[in-house]
């Protein structure tokens, strides 16, 4: 692995001494004392490797670099009226940062996405922009800036040409991996103030065509002809017209047609604005420019409306909080994480804004590597699992041969050591032979990765920092705030956290008392306030208000508590809660957390109601457990029938309650009564989100002749 081959044969025993060395011998001297003085004794091999090291040590004598700000007080504290008691905390970067005055832009030629991409096209010198290649074993071609610029323009005239109304209130369908198109019709759409909707595979045909109808979408921009006949699928009545990328059967042409609705060529419609040459209508920072939609737990996909504004103060933030290493127009970034959510969007806007340069990968995640190879990107966006991928792979290359992980375990140690010296590089000698493969699986020339969208763990983080040698920062955020809310700065190498707000923002952690998070605590629910926050959920402001006080705080659901440091750990989820008749709070889920822990028990609701003094569940058993049961016990019949035996029913239900009481749950919070039901909760019926949770209102609705009839026993 790694290149280490050449250095296997040396004793195990010198490579400790070396590593005990390397600690001590802080400073270049020593280093070069302490070789000069191993060189006499060594073996030959040893030497080789430790003179390797030395050339290299010499040849790039790191620099540490200081952090941004002092690592010990990275935000400042706050207070206003507007809040009562609670304490706010703004980012250390703007000093100006009180109530309205957030970071809204950067650059004051670039305050809305139609504008920062212009000036990625002054400040790169018309460089290059979009790129993507033909197949694996191709190098990348690009449109420059301008001619990406000049290709949305005729896309977006052209699209007001077949007959879509230039502003806010017009709303582009996109159905498409990451691919240049996808930028060109967000570009295009711009020109002419109207509004971005993606739309994504694992929405699923349902929530697509309630999303299609829900923003009365006309016109869609699509990849191909699978996903073309995934629309038609279940398409509204208000859909029009589909742009396809790529040509279409004429069957699927004539689908279409028999359902009203006409298939276009992207390069026709393209051809048509280029004639008609119809005047672009910029938008304004406060106009919107794109709804997510998102599929929650509950009900509905919601569509979270964002502004230009929110879209750009964001992204300025981040770029703020890099520091020396924001984003330059030399840089490159590997598109491959979903443009449909708002992370990988802002990295894009960013990019363009600060006139990079970004390629797409084929879209295979497994090929990946091959991509980045390719392209050698400069900066990355990351999310857990591709790095945990990336963690495990490592890790089982070198585990069953102790010679590797000790070798392994002195690389990370030794660069674990730089790291909290504040020098961070790729050039060291464990780079050269240890780290070297990981990072060329990446491209070799990353300087910067973000990552975010879900929890990272601590060791796989340090790991990632010490193995790629560049600068990692781990963001916190919502779809609501845009992309980020929080973000680490570089140089604060202890993970575990968040980091300080960005300076779009400001954040306060509110009490949560059924929880027992208290603000005093310095614990409480995640609420944010700034540029970033969105406009609300279209078309349903009783949601919004759900989420938005009349301060204009976010309430994000998610726990989160301050570090002695000034910057944020999550901590905990808001849980869904009900209070029971004699007002005892009951959380389901902990509970259900705790019977699923029962051998006999594959799925568990717990379910209450506040005018009923006790709880009671459904719960899905395990069909294995429970055949082998009957068997043993001599009851026969199908596992219907068993889910309907009273004995079964007793066995189970006595043991919940058993791991409940050994897992401290209080007499109110165990289960009164439960009814057993044969057929798993699935996405497919309806009752788990795509991300496997229960969907509490469906199932409530689902099961409810069961409830109401476990509740009727009982009084
Ligand atoms: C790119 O377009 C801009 C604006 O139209 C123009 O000023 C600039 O000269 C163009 N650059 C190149 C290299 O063509
Ligand atoms: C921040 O505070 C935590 C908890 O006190 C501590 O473990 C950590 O080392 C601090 N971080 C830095 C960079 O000093």
């Known amino acids: 692995m790694y290149g280490l081959n050449v250095l296997i044969n040396a004793t195990a025993a010198s490579f400790h001494y070396l590593k005990n060395k390397m600690e001590i011998y802080a400073s270049v001297e020593d280093m070069e004392q302490y070789l000069q003085y191993i060189g006499g004794g060594a073996g030959a091999l040893a030497l080789t490797g430790v003179a390797a090291a030395s050339a290299f040590y010499l040849a790039s004598r790191p620099t540490p670099q200081r952090p941004l700000f002092p690592l010990d007080a990275q935000c400042i504290l706050e207070s206003?009226?507007?809040?009562?008691?609670?304490?706010?905390?703004?980012?250390?970067?703007?000093?100006?940062?009180?109530?309205?005055k957030f970071v809204s832009y950067l650059h004051s030629d670039a305050t809305t996405l139609y504008e920062s991409f212009r000036r990625g096209a002054k400040i790169s010198n018309n460089g290059p922009c979009l790129g993507w290649r033909e197949s694996y074993g191709k190098p990348y071609q690009w449109l420059t800036y301008n001619e990406s610029l000049l290709r949305a323009r005729n896309l977006g005239s052209g699209m007001v040409e077949i007959g879509l109304k230039p502003g806010t209130s017009t709303m582009i369908g996109i159905y498409a991996i990451n691919c240049p198109e996808w930028i060109l019709v967000e570009q295009a759409a711009y020109c002419y103030s109207m509004v971005i909707v993606p739309l994504y595979d694992t929405l699923g045909a349902d929530a697509c065509s309630f999303i299609i109808k829900h923003a009365e979408i006309q016109v869609i921009l699509v990849e191909d002809d699978a996903k073309c006949n995934s629309i038609l699928e279940k398409s509204p009545r208000c859909l029009k017209k589909l742009i396809v990328?790529?040509?279409?059967?004429?069957?699927?042409?004539?689908?279409?047609?028999?359902m009203g609705i006409e298939i276009l060529r992207l390069?026709?419609?393209?051809?048509?604005?280029?004639?008609?040459?119809?005047?672009?209508?910029?938008?304004?920072?406060?106009?919107?420019?794109?709804?997510?939609?998102?599929?929650?737990?509950?009900?509905?996909?919601?569509?979270?409306?964002?502004?230009?504004?929110?879209?750009?103060?964001?992204?300025?933030?981040?770029?703020?909080?890099?520091?020396?290493?924001?984003?330059?127009?030399?840089?490159?970034?590997?598109?491959?994480?979903?443009?449909?959510?708002?992370?990988?969007?802002?990295?894009?806007?960013?990019?363009?804004?600060?006139?990079?340069?970004?390629?797409?990968?084929?879209?295979?995640?497994?090929?990946?590597?091959?991509?980045?190879?390719?392209?050698?990107?400069?900066?990355?966006?990351?999310?857990?699992?591709?790095?945990?991928?990336?963690?495990?792979?490592?890790?089982?290359?070198?585990?069953?041969?102790?010679?590797?992980?000790?070798?392994?375990?002195?690389?990370?140690?030794?660069?674990?050591?730089?790291?909290?010296?504040?020098?961070?590089?790729?050039?060291?000698?464990?780079?050269?032979?240890?780290?070297?493969?990981?990072?060329?699986?990446?491209?070799?020339?990353?300087?910067?990765?973000?990552?975010?969208?879900?929890?990272?763990?601590?060791?796989?983080?340090?790991?990632?920092?010490?193995?790629?040698?560049?600068?990692?920062?781990?963001?916190?955020?919502?779809?609501?705030?845009?992309?980020?809310?929080?973000?680490?700065?570089?140089?604060?190498?202890?993970?575990?956290?968040?980091?300080?707000?960005l300076a779009c923002c400001c954040l306060k952690l509110s009490d949560v008392p059924e929880m027992e998070y208290w603000s005093r605590n310095n614990q409480g629910e995640v609420c944010v306030k700034g540029t970033n926050v969105f406009k609300g959920y279209f078309k349903d402001p009783e949601k919004t208000e759900e989420v938005v006080d009349e301060f204009g705080w976010h309430h994000t659901g998610d726990i989160g508590m301050w570090m002695p440091n000034g910057t944020l750990k999550i901590i905990d989820r808001r849980k869904h809660i009900f209070k029971l008749s004699q007002g005892e709070y009951i959380v389901p889920e902990k509970i259900e957390n705790i019977y699923i822990r029962s051998q006999y028990v594959a799925q568990v609701f717990v379910h209450g109601e506040s005018l009923k003094s006790?709880?009671?569940?459904?719960?899905?058993?395990?069909?294995?457990?429970?055949?082998?049961?009957?068997?043993?016990?001599?009851?026969?019949?199908?596992?219907?029938?068993?889910?309907?035996?009273?004995?079964?029913?007793?066995?189970?239900?006595?043991?919940?309650?058993?791991?409940?009481?050994?897992?401290?749950?209080?007499?109110?919070e165990q289960v009164k009564d439960i009814y057993l039901h044969p057929d798993p909760f699935s996405v497919q019926n309806g009752l788990l989100t795509p991300t496997l949770k229960s969907k509490r209102p469906q199932l409530k609705a689902y099961f409810k002749p069961q409830l109401d009839d476990m509740y009727t026993r009982l009084t």
């Not at 206003?80 to 309205?100: L, Q």
């Not at 102790?402 to 660069?415: D, E, G, P």
């Not at 009957?630 to 239900?653: D, M, R, Y």
Request: charge should be neutral; hydrophobic fraction near 40%; proline fraction near 6%.
């Open 80 to 100: 206003s009226e507007a809040s009562g008691p609670d304490v706010i905390r703004v980012s250390r970067f703007y000093k100006d940062a009180k109530e309205g």
């Open 614 to 668: 006790c709880i009671i569940g459904v719960v899905v058993p395990d069909v294995d457990v429970i055949k082998c049961w009957a068997q043993e016990n001599s009851i026969t019949g199908t596992f219907s029938v068993l889910c309907n035996h009273p004995e079964v029913k007793q066995l189970i239900l006595d043991d919940m309650v058993a791991w409940g009481k050994e897992s401290g749950l209080k007499s109110f």
């Open 267 to 501: 390069q026709d419609v393209e051809l048509l604005g280029s004639k008609a040459n119809n005047p672009e209508v910029p938008p304004k920072p406060t106009d919107l420019c794109t709804i997510c939609y998102t599929s929650g737990t509950t009900g509905q996909p919601k569509g979270v409306m964002l502004t230009h504004e929110n879209v750009v103060g964001s992204m300025s933030a981040v770029v703020l909080q890099f520091g020396d290493h924001r984003l330059r127009s030399d840089d490159v970034m590997l598109s491959f994480l979903p443009l449909a959510h708002m992370m990988e969007r802002c990295c894009e806007s960013a990019m363009y804004m600060q006139g990079g340069a970004v390629g797409f990968y084929l879209g295979d995640i497994r090929r990946l590597s091959d991509d980045m190879k390719a392209l050698k990107p400069t900066v990355t966006p990351a999310v857990p699992r591709l790095l945990n991928r990336i963690y495990d792979k490592v890790q089982s290359d070198i585990n069953g041969n102790c010679v590797k992980k000790m070798l392994f375990n002195m690389a990370l140690s030794s660069k674990e050591s730089e790291l909290k010296r504040g020098i961070i590089r790729k050039n060291s000698f464990w780079d050269m032979f240890v780290f070297k493969k990981v990072q060329e699986g990446m491209g070799g020339r990353l300087r910067l990765m973000l990552v975010g969208s879900a929890p990272l763990a601590e060791n796989v983080l340090t790991f990632i920092r010490c193995a790629m040698g560049c600068v990692v920062v781990e963001g916190y955020g919502q779809t609501e705030c845009c992309a980020p809310v929080t973000l680490t700065i570089q140089g604060d190498h202890v993970p575990g956290h968040v980091g300080p707000p």
């Open 245 to 258: 990328f790529k040509e279409v059967r004429p069957a699927t042409k004539q689908r279409a047609k028999n």
